[in-house]
């Protein structure tokens, strides 16, 4: 099994600046996923994270506005670029399906 | 492209009783994976079972049992003898492996009642 922790775990932010949300997992996986949610919504995958390669975004996300690491087998980074109250979601991380980290609230103003 | 569908915004059901959550989902794979996730307020995500498309048995666990009808594409989650702690949003999701991404359909909201 695998525990997944994220940071922070909520934040406020003013519109027009970047938050980067840290996973943090206890074993090694080969892909991590990063969903959002609106508000009341279900998930929504933004991206998956190799470790070695470029992220894969889904249709709807681009780079520029969430760009990800992934230096190694154990952690993730998704940054909310020049945010704006849209942006205002749950982020959370994936290990697979049966790992998930405990989502990071954010609210932008 | 694969689609997941909960028809059913919001349930309610007494405590002790048993209730039976829908999903529908479509896609042309031929092998892949259903779950069902529960999220309380606390927003985490607990995976309550799951079951594979190749498997014809349902899966149980405890006192939450899956209906999975291949043909029709449809996998029900039935959670019996209620308890007042079951009161979450319930996302039905699917994937071709254990390791892929997710869809997730758009969740039923159930209320447990004394």
């Known amino acids: 099994s695998a525990v997944i922790s994220q940071k922070p775990s909520r934040d406020i932010c003013q519109r027009g600046t970047s938050l980067t949300i840290q996973c943090q997992v206890d074993?090694?996986?080969?892909?991590m996923f990063w969903y959002r949610q609106q508000p009341g919504q279900s998930l929504t995958l933004i991206a998956t994270?190799?470790?070695?390669?470029?992220?894969?975004?889904e249709s709807g996300f681009v780079i520029d506005k969430f760009p990800i690491s992934r230096p190694n087998l154990t952690f993730s980074t998704l940054t909310v670029s020049n945010m704006s109250p849209e942006d205002s979601s749950i982020y959370l991380c994936?290990?697979?399906?049966?790992?998930f980290g405990p989502g990071t609230r954010l609210l932008v103003l | 492209a694969q689609t997941v569908t909960q028809s059913q915004p919001e349930m309610s059901v007494q405590e002790a009783e048993t209730v039976t959550l829908s999903c529908t989902y479509d896609t042309s794979e031929s092998d892949y994976y259903l779950f069902w996730y529960k999220q309380p307020p606390s927003r985490q995500m607990i995976l309550v079972i799951r079951q594979e498309a190749y498997k014809q048995q349902n899966a149980t666990e405890n006192r939450f049992s899956v209906n999975f009808q291949k043909a029709a594409k449809s996998f029900s989650l039935k959670i019996s003898d209620s308890q007042l702690g079951d009161a979450a949003m319930y996302f039905c999701a699917f994937n071709t492996g254990t390791a892929s991404k997710l869809t997730f359909g758009t969740g039923t909201r159930l209320q447990v009642t004394l």
């Open positions: 074993s090694q996986v080969t892909m």
């Open positions: 994936s290990a697979g399906a049966q790992y």
């Open positions: 994270a190799n470790q070695g390669s470029e992220a894969t975004y």
